[in-house]
């Protein structure tokens, strides 16, 4: 089991990544929470870069695509390993690998902190939802 000191040093870990694929802090700090917002034409070319990198965390984190709760019922795929709420029952219609795509941008663009925090946490459950 890991202490909360290695927790912090992997969430510091990580947001060192950020900071060196944006260029520096004040252009992170500039780029961290302008997902939500119009982009920034100046530094459009970090963003994306940051977003890439957020991406590429999330699915080496959480693998795999998504099965939405109310299709849990349905055999879903056998790589699931996370989940996400879902009203339009996705993998009952076959789409799952659609809204596993909405489904992580949502969560790396509005709700990193979150993402974050459990990759780097020792108490993460063992099928996190979204």
Known sequence: ???????????????????????????????????????????MKEQFALYKWRKEFFLAHFPGVPLCEEAAHYPGPAEDTWSTDCNQCCGWLGIDEVHGMAAIHYNITENFDQILELASGDSRPDHPHF
């Open 1 to 43: 089991m890991m202490n909360m000191k290695d927790n912090k040093v992997r969430s510091w870990k990580a947001i060192c990544d950020q900071i060196r694929v944006a260029g520096s802090v004040k252009i992170y700090n500039r780029l961290k929470d302008s997902f939500t917002g119009l982009p920034d034409i100046y530094f």
